[in-house]
């Protein structure tokens, strides 16, 4: 019954709504410097609704745009869930999923911002291939996500440089890739693999010889975190605040980490070279990942920060402490550093409480389900926007 509901209430959203939404759009082909030498990435980890996207999270991400005004947007994986085509027939599906990226794009494409898309594990699990997806996004004026093509594994790798502010120039390098989903021989989750690799250090080279010999400082996106992460992580006694289990003992964050974690990472089945590689060539100064929601930290390995940002969405499990956007700052002047910090949903814009009610009942928690009710008809919210928020959360 579920299941029909969302199926017909797909298909009234299609013919009511118009993909793309054709607002403002970016120039696809550049991306340069202000003119005060900074540039503002904000990295937009594991959204991972459904076709309906929560209410909570379009209104976040409405809001957190303008606020931060970022240069470019990252989609870093399990953009969508599984659950966002769920009607099992090829046509059914293709509309659920587009309805699904049209939710959040449209803001973009609305405020003009580039938006760079990478896939996770669940972006594709169902019917609608990674290629298909990466097609819908394209017919956006904002995306500048592509693919390296077939002869790649995996569908989302590739590379963006960023022009100096006077253009003449590039100073910086953004590399994409595809974690890919699933292990297909050992199982659990999958990796960026050796042609993806291969394809990573020609093109470094290449930008290194067009730099006069000098690698170009560069920043890596992705979903599914490196297994460095553990080699990066202390051991220490279990309990340790702050620690998650490990066997008998605990990992935990070490001294000149940032930020929080709160469960284990997981990475693919089995190191890839992809690390190593990268400290070999000398270009990334950080890595940044999605994947593991509740995790939010900066750690710095081997000349690497090894960075988690926690879920932007709300589609799946969170926590009111992290969940967030992050925001990255480059300077055209000093690109040896970078700056990093989270815009934490509850801590920015629950501010009153309406707001904390709406979120609380967004975690699955009844109580605040009906303290929402209530509070939303005293604030003038319609029965239609209430009954959309509710049949997001039961939905």
């Not at 085509?85 to 405020?111: C, H, N, P, Q, W």
């Not at 699990?125 to 594994?153: F, H, N, P, R, W």
């Amino acid at each position: 019954m579920k299941k029909a509901i969302s199926i017909m209430l797909a298909f009234i959203l299609a013919f009511a709504m118009l993909l793309p939404a054709g607002a403002e759009s970016a120039d696809a082909g550049k991306l340069q410097f202000d003119k005060d030498g900074s540039f503002r990435i904000m990295q937009i980890a594991d959204i991972q609704d459904g076709p309906l996207l929560f209410d909570i999270t379009r209104d976040y991400l409405d809001a957190v745009v303008p606020y931060a005004d970022p240069d470019l947007i990252v989609l870093s994986g399990d953009n969508i869930s599984a659950g966002a085509s769920t009607g099992g027939i090829k046509a059914v599906d293709l509309v659920l999923v587009e309805i699904a990226i049209d939710r959040y794009m449209s803001i973009f494409e609305e405020y003009g911002v580039p938006v760079a898309v990478v896939f996770g594990n669940h972006d594709a699990e169902k019917l609608i291939t990674k290629e298909e997806q990466m097609a819908m996004y394209q017919t956006y004026g904002c995306c500048v996500g592509s693919d390296e093509g077939d002869s790649l594994y995996g569908c989302g790798t590739y590379n963006l440089p960023i022009l100096s502010s006077d253009g003449k120039k590039v100073v910086y390098n953004l590399w994409m890739f595809d974690s890919n989903m699933y292990d297909e021989v050992k199982g659990g989750y999958d990796y960026v693999h050796e042609d993806q690799i291969e394809w990573y250090v020609n093109k470094s080279n290449e930008l290194k010889a067009q730099n006069g010999g000098t690698p170009v400082p560069s920043m890596a996106f992705q979903h599914i975190i490196v297994n460095e992460i553990y080699d990066a992580l202390i051991t220490v006694e279990a309990g340790t605040p702050g620690s998650i289990p490990y066997g008998d003992k605990a990992l935990a964050l070490p001294e000149n980490a940032t930020g929080v974690i709160n469960e284990g990472p997981c990475p693919g089945t089995q190191d890839s070279l992809q690390f190593e590689t990268m400290v070999a060539q000398g270009d990334v100064k950080a890595m940044f990942f999605g994947h593991d929601h509740v995790n939010s930290f900066v750690v710095p390995y081997q000349g690497i920060d090894i960075v988690n940002s926690p879920t932007s969405g709300f589609g799946s499990y969170g926590d009111k402490e992290t969940r967030g956007v992050r925001i990255i700052t480059i300077n055209e002047n000093d690109t040896s550093k970078y700056e990093t910090k989270v815009i934490n949903y509850y801590e920015k814009f629950a501010v009153d409480n309406f707001s904390k009610c709406r979120y609380l009942m967004s975690e699955g928690d009844v109580w605040n389900a009906l303290r929402y009710i209530v509070l939303a008809l005293q604030n003038g919210v319609s029965f239609i926007d209430i009954f959309a928020d509710i049949f997001a959360l039961i939905a």
